[in-house]
């Protein structure tokens, strides 16, 4: 007779205890939840408080995450197990160019959607990194967990994957200390010439809600790099440095200077025989979550990439000797 399966019993909160040193005085009290805890971001922090999960170990009123703490000052933080996610575990198969226990570098292929989305329900990027990784589930929340960037369906190239809380929090500062590093490869309409940065803000675009614009009044600050590698008859081919990171800011920012990517048929670059818009991430650069050493990974562009610079009469080259010297 087959013994009865055991009951999975379900995940447990942890509780933490923790006393505020002189260091960490003076702090707010998210700051210092943060900084206390590897494993959780200052935004995490905030919701904690929010939902009552920190409470003071001495006479006070209810915490804010905007208060000062004291040296002395005891807090009991309890973190709730994460929700559980009701995305859809999907093996599909991975180009993977750097894994250990916290990172993942995928090289993802053109036209697959990074994350479900309206017309997008499943056989994403992050269906198959559940598959993948079925530890991923909760990090940096249960809606996108792992990812900390995107790229656009029809765009090829670099994305980094957390596959912890430690390694969500670490590449999430590194974007916003732009210390995460994304270069790209794009080809564009017409004949440009020397280096360059576009320097407009974008926002979303009034009279079509898929589509961004550039948008000096209201828009986000937006950054983008550009430098000439050659010229064909009616096309140029550049690499490109963000130093911010907007939805469509490479698309949205060379359409606004009137050199839109080539095949580009939302913003302007289309051309017969062009299929998709010739945009590929080809360098990513970043400092290992756990142990802070320096990692680049770079993946050529895909062949339809490089039919069109044959098309165009533009040499290919050696994309990993290619170097970022403004």
């Not at 995305?87 to 479900?116: I, S």
């Not at 407009?200 to 948008?215: D, E, L, S």
């Not at 440095?241 to 949205?252: A, P």
């Not at 920012?253 to 048929?265: S, T, V, Y």
Request: glycine share 10%; charged share 25%.
């Amino acid at each position: 007779m087959p013994k009865p399966s055991a009951r999975k019993e379900p995940p447990r909160p942890t509780t933490l205890d923790l006393k505020v040193s002189s260091e960490g005085a003076g702090r707010r009290l998210d700051v210092f939840l943060a900084a206390a805890i590897p494993d959780i971001s200052r935004s995490r922090a905030q919701v904690l408080v929010k939902e009552g999960w920190v409470a003071p170990l001495f006479p006070s009123k209810p915490v804010k995450s905007s208060q000062l703490v004291l040296e002395g000052q005891a807090f009991r933080v309890t973190l709730p197990p994460p929700e559980e996610s009701h995305l859809e575990a999907q093996p599909l198969d991975l180009d993977v160019v750097f894994e250990d226990q916290h990172l993942l570098v995928v090289n993802k292929p053109v036209g697959l959607v990074v994350h479900p989305g309206a017309g997008n329900k499943d056989h994403t990027l992050l269906n198959a990194l559940l598959a993948h990784c079925p530890g991923i589930p909760g990090v940096g929340g249960i809606k996108r967990p792992g990812l900390v960037h995107r790229i656009d369906k029809d765009t090829s190239g670099l994305l980094a994957v957390a596959k912890t809380d430690l390694a969500y929090k670490s590449l999430v500062a590194q974007l916003k200390t732009r210390r995460l590093s994304r270069e790209y490869l794009g080809l564009v309409k017409g004949r440009l010439e020397g280096k360059g940065t576009v320097d407009a803000a974008i926002g979303r675009h009034p009279g079509a809600r898929k589509r961004m614009a550039v948008r000096p009044e209201d828009g986000k600050e937006s950054k983008t790099h550009f430098k000439v590698l050659g010229t064909g008859a009616e096309a140029s081919l550049l690499h490109l440095k963000l130093e911010t990171g907007r939805t469509h800011q490479i698309r949205v920012h060379m359409a606004f200077i009137k050199h839109p990517i080539l095949g580009d048929g939302v913003y302007g670059g289309e051309r017969e025989g062009v299929p998709r818009q010739m945009l590929h991430a080809f360098r990513l650069s970043l400092r290992h979550p756990k142990t802070g050493a320096p990692r680049t990974f770079v993946v050529a562009p895909p062949e339809d990439f490089k039919d069109a610079l044959d098309r165009e009469g533009l040499p290919s080259r050696s994309w990993k000797q290619l170097r970022w010297d403004r």
